[in-house]
């Protein structure tokens, strides 16, 4: 059986509550130096950016000490350094904490909060801001939410317990709810549940439905509806929905939402791309929310409900929503 490399720690801190990039050198290979493999392995960092890493003594062994730019090419040597973060538009929406024990914490994340670090998203995040505010370095996301949804996540604080807790969501035992605001359809049939098969190409924006066995499955029920401010002639109006995935697909709910004839309101890529919403538009957030998690506590046993205390604020106030002046601070206005 072939033993698993251990992974020396990091011999460098975060920096805003953002890890060091941890590189291993490959098994094999024709490179003569460290530096001639990072630079070609690096590449897109642009013309000179690796060789002004090494003569800055940036990039560290395991036992932070720098390396120089001449050292041989280890075979499994592990390297760090520290990305230059990219200037980023702070979200100016409070991260409110739910739940906080020596194992977890619970947050109720605002809209356009990226949850982990990702592409232009880096120190911006609920992770990085988490890790500075709760001064919690260990702490992990145990999943994801998208950028512009908004509700809980659930955050550990012990990397030995966090395969546990990302264990609970691989095998679907984390009970998940959502609520959506988007038009009515009379002639829509609720409750239902939607069953296809959702495939998402990299690189593309957008999830589609395809032919084939289904691995997305969403319960919609209907919550409540009423007219729009204007719109009292019965001929259309908002709804609430109440959405329970019983998978994990990317923009699953959304895709369902929008196949149902009723796209969630504020979605950028569904039922068509319009323009993916770009840092420091915070005017018409997209009306889903990760209303509540229920699971059982893989290490303590104990029974958790969480709950979000927030409300769409195209509910709360169509007229405010539509008109591009929302500032949260807990959705409603």
């Given at each position: 059986?072939?033993?698993?490399?251990?992974?020396?720690?990091?011999?460098?801190?975060?920096?805003?509550?953002?890890?060091?990039?941890?590189?291993?050198?490959?098994?094999?290979?024709?490179?003569?130096?460290?530096?001639?493999?990072?630079?070609?392995?690096?590449?897109?960092?642009?013309?000179?950016?690796?060789?002004?890493?090494?003569?800055?003594?940036?990039?560290?062994?395991?036992?932070?000490?720098?390396?120089?730019?001449?050292?041989?090419?280890?075979?499994?040597?592990?390297?760090?350094?520290?990305?230059?973060?990219?200037?980023?538009?702070?979200?100016?929406?409070?991260?409110?904490?739910?739940?906080?024990?020596?194992?977890?914490?619970?947050?109720?994340?605002p809209?356009?909060?990226?949850?982990?670090?990702?592409?232009?998203?880096?120190?911006?995040?609920?992770?990085a801001r988490?890790?500075?505010?709760?001064?919690?370095?260990?702490?992990?996301a145990?999943?994801?939410?998208?950028?512009?949804?908004?509700?809980?996540?659930?955050?550990?604080?012990?990397p030995?317990?966090?395969?546990?807790?990302?264990?609970?969501?691989?095998?679907?035992?984390?009970?998940?709810?959502?609520?959506?605001?988007?038009?009515f359809?009379?002639?829509?049939?609720?409750?239902?549940?939607?069953?296809?098969?959702?495939?998402?190409?990299?690189?593309v924006?957008t999830?589609?439905?395809?032919?084939?066995?289904?691995?997305?499955?969403?319960?919609?029920?209907?919550?409540?509806?009423?007219?729009?401010?204007?719109?009292?002639d019965?001929?259309?109006?908002?709804?609430?929905?109440r959405?329970?995935?019983?998978?994990?697909?990317?923009?699953?709910?959304?895709?369902?939402?929008?196949?149902?004839?009723?796209?969630?309101?504020?979605?950028?890529?569904?039922?068509?791309?319009?323009?993916?919403?770009p840092?420091?538009?915070?005017?018409?957030?997209?009306?889903?929310?990760?209303?509540?998690?229920?699971?059982?506590?893989?290490?303590?046993?104990?029974?958790?409900?969480?709950?979000?205390?927030?409300?769409?604020?195209?509910?709360?106030?169509?007229?405010?929503?539509?008109?591009?002046?929302?500032d949260?601070?807990?959705?409603?206005?």
């Amino acid at each position: 059986m072939r033993r698993k490399t251990r992974i020396p720690p990091s011999p460098l801190p975060q920096r805003r509550g953002v890890d060091p990039v941890r590189v291993r050198l490959p098994a094999t290979g024709a490179w003569g130096t460290v530096r001639e493999h990072l630079v070609e392995r690096l590449s897109g960092a642009g013309a000179g950016v690796v060789e002004g890493m090494f003569d800055a003594g940036q990039i560290v062994g395991a036992d932070g000490r720098p390396v120089a730019a001449d050292a041989p090419f280890e075979p499994g040597k592990f390297v760090w350094f520290h990305r230059d973060l990219p200037d980023e538009v702070p979200v100016p929406f409070p991260l409110e904490v739910v739940h906080r024990d020596e194992h977890i914490v619970v947050v109720d994340k605002p809209h356009f909060l990226a949850t982990t670090p990702r592409g232009g998203h880096v120190a911006e995040t609920a992770l990085a801001r988490l890790r500075r505010e709760l001064d919690v370095p260990t702490l992990s996301a145990a999943h994801r939410l998208d950028r512009l949804t908004a509700g809980l996540v659930l955050f550990t604080v012990r990397p030995e317990e966090r395969g546990a807790y990302q264990t609970l969501f691989r095998d679907r035992r984390v009970r998940k709810e959502y609520e959506a605001v988007a038009p009515f359809a009379a002639g829509l049939t609720l409750p239902r549940t939607v069953r296809s098969r959702i495939v998402k190409d990299r690189g593309v924006l957008t999830a589609r439905e395809v032919p084939g066995e289904p691995n997305a499955v969403s319960r919609v029920e209907l919550v409540e509806h009423r007219d729009r401010p204007g719109e009292e002639d019965g001929s259309g109006g908002l709804a609430r929905y109440r959405l329970a995935p019983a998978t994990g697909q990317t923009h699953q709910l959304r895709v369902h939402m929008t196949a149902l004839g009723v796209p969630i309101l504020g979605d950028p890529l569904y039922p068509q791309v319009t323009a993916p919403v770009p840092a420091g538009d915070f005017r018409r957030p997209l009306q889903l929310l990760a209303r509540s998690l229920e699971f059982t506590d893989p290490v303590t046993g104990e029974e958790h409900r969480f709950r979000s205390g927030r409300t769409l604020a195209a509910w709360a106030s169509y007229d405010r929503w539509a008109a591009g002046t929302y500032d949260d601070p807990s959705d409603g206005q």
